[in-house]
């Protein structure tokens, strides 16, 4: 897909499960811009979600999304003590 023309909720998410690159490139992936669209709905989530749903929200992540997140928080961590040291 080269825009983001969703007409519903489930396009947009199919959008967003098949995005490679930003003008739809599919030979190439953009880790970044993904990685960037991820750090926008998390910001849209600590802006405008209800903190006593999260509970509810961390319920529906599966054991490998749930490892993954730990994984990235881990690589987190690491840079952040790495950059921190210098």
Request: aromatic share 12%; glycine share 6%.
């Amino acid at each position: 897909m080269s825009e983001v023309r969703a007409k519903s909720y489930e396009e947009l998410e199919r959008y967003l499960r098949s995005f490679t690159t930003w003008h739809g490139d599919e030979a190439v992936y953009d880790a970044g811009g993904a990685f960037h669209l991820w750090r926008a709905l998390l910001d849209n989530l600590k802006e405008k979600g209800v903190e006593g749903e999260f509970a509810d929200y961390a319920a529906t992540l599966t054991p490998e999304e749930i490892r993954f997140l730990e994984q990235l928080l881990v690589a987190a961590k690491r840079a952040r003590n790495e950059s921190e040291a210098r």
